[in-house]
């Protein structure tokens, strides 16, 4: 059963806190993604990663940072969080091919006070 | 800028009626998925249909694609109270290339209830 793992469902941090949000795949997949889920705007690419060390920026980089040291691990880090960066985050793998879905994890809820 | 765009944002049925929610896209694409999500939860993949295709089925979903008005519609058949959940769409992009050529544009989703 394949699998996309994240670090927390739930999680409370201060503005100005570094955060670490991780995300886990068991199916040896090149791609992967951050977005990040708000209510009525959908899913927003925030950076994805086609192979170890490499990233790509999405569609709403600013404020965040990536990091792909291993090919199953991607780490989304938020240098210093603000409360605007209160939102669900989603994870995502797939293999290096068109017409491929992704597999999600279960999302990361932060919330920024 | 957000590629598909959902309409309805909200639709109520009754348990046993069809349920058509549609995208529309602006730009040329390979192909366009659907996936659903449940309240709170990461979103599930449930059918791809590719630019050269017209209609596709899974079960009781049905997804048509007319690439000469950017649009498609997802079909449940049937409705149960367990489908109650978001329905998104997502599209690539024909222009992009390489790594970005993997990338998927979701739209903001149809939320569907249905009533037992």
């Known amino acids: 059963d394949v699998k996309v793992t994240q670090s927390s469902r739930y999680l409370v941090k201060r503005t100005g806190e570094k955060v670490f949000l991780e995300c886990v795949q068991d199916m040896d997949h090149e791609n992967m993604f951050w977005y990040r889920q708000d209510p009525g705007l959908g899913l927003r690419l925030i950076y994805f990663s086609y192979d170890v060390k490499m990233k790509e920026k999405g569609d709403i980089p600013e404020g965040y940072s990536v990091s792909r040291e291993k090919k199953e691990r991607f780490s989304l880090i938020l240098e210093s969080a603000s409360t605007n960066q209160t939102s669900m985050y989603l994870c995502?793998?797939?293999?290096?091919?068109?017409?491929?879905?992704?597999?999600f994890g279960p999302g990361t809820r932060l919330t920024v006070t | 800028s957000q590629q598909g765009e959902e309409d309805p944002q909200a639709l109520s049925i009754q348990e046993g009626e069809n349920a058509t929610m549609n995208c529309s896209y602006k730009t040329s694409i390979n192909n366009l998925q659907w996936y659903r999500q449940n309240s709170g939860r990461g979103l599930v993949h449930l059918i791809l249909?590719?630019?050269?295709?017209r209609e596709k089925h899974s079960g009781r979903l049905r997804v048509t694609l007319d690439t000469s008005k950017k649009s498609s519609s997802l079909l449940i058949t049937a409705s149960r109270a367990a489908d109650t959940a978001s329905y998104f769409c997502a599209t690539d992009a024909k222009a992009y290339s390489g790594a970005g050529s993997y990338q998927l544009t979701f739209g903001k989703g149809t939320k569907l209830s249905v009533i037992p």
């Open positions: 995502a793998s797939c293999k290096p091919r068109l017409a491929v879905e992704q597999y």
């Open positions: 249909i590719r630019s050269n295709e």
